[in-house]
T-cell receptor
Framework: DAGITQSPRYKITETGRQVTLMCHQT?????MFWYRQDLGHGLRLIYY???????DKGEVPDGYVVSRSKTENFPLTLESATRSQTSVYFC???????????FGSGTQLSVL | GQQLNQSPQSMFIQEGEDVSMNCTSS?????WLWYKQDPGEGPVLLIA?????ELTSNGRLTAQFGITRKDSFLNISASIPSDVGIYFC??????????FGQGTRLTINP
């Protein structure tokens, strides 16, 4: 089915470990985004990508790395996870302009 | 950076009541959007507004883009149990970088 899927849905890791969250969309949308959701902060943009091989920082990029070798995939990597990165992470893609984002179901990440 | 203030942070209402929530911005936006998030899911777009003064409805939902371009409101009429969730406003100047409000958590007593 067409849509945007994230994996895994839940992840528990330890401080210092590398973690990669996956995002895949089947619409061929150009723009893709990673947000984190924390109580009291709403949704904050981590990184976004305008097209394959084009990425840019959002509001809270520190500690994260992204890549976009293919239009449909936009993985987010925490190179050395910290407890402050415990959060719910949402991937989104944008339709034909006009800022309408379509979100995945999220990945709940706990860093112990 | 851009700041969005969304209020109220939470609402507890009786089924059948009307609901009103709003967002204000410290800067001018070209687009306002309203999203709803159900538990364990990502936000889903409810209404998009693109012109100052624009009033748009989607079923029992009505949203308006403020004339000053610094605010927007969302009304829900005759609330039902499935309206429960978190509602987010979002705005942008148009650079594919939405700024989200902190959310309004709606709880409905049957």
């Amino acid at each position: 089915d067409a849509g945007i899927t994230q994996s895994p849905r839940y992840k528990i890791t330890e401080t210092g470990r590398q973690v990669t969250l996956m995002c895949h969309q089947t619409w061929s949308h150009s723009y893709m985004f990673w947000y984190r959701q924390d109580l009291g902060h709403g949704l904050r943009l981590i990184y976004y990508s305008a097209a394959a091989d084009i990425t840019d920082k959002g509001e809270v990029p520190d500690g994260y790395v992204v890549s976009r070798s293919k239009t449909e995939n936009f993985p987010l990597t925490l190179e050395s996870a910290t407890r402050s990165q415990t959060s719910v992470y949402f991937c989104a893609s944008e339709g034909t302009g006009r800022e309408k984002l379509f979100f995945g179901s999220g990945t709940q990440l706990s860093v112990l | 950076g851009q700041q969005l203030n969304q209020s109220p942070q939470s609402m507890f209402i009786q089924e059948g009541e009307d609901v009103s929530m709003n967002c204000t911005s410290s800067s001018i936006f070209n687009t306002w959007l309203w999203y709803k998030q159900d538990p364990g899911e990502g936000p889903v777009l409810l209404i998009a507004l693109y012109k100052a003064g624009e009033l748009t409805s989607n079923g029992r939902l009505t949203a308006q883009f403020g004339i000053t371009r610094k605010d927007s409101f969302l009304n829900i009429s005759a609330s039902i149990p499935s309206d429960v969730g978190i509602y987010f406003c979002a705005g942008t100047e148009g650079a594919q970088k939405l700024v989200f409000g902190q959310g309004t958590r709606l709880t409905i007593n049957p």
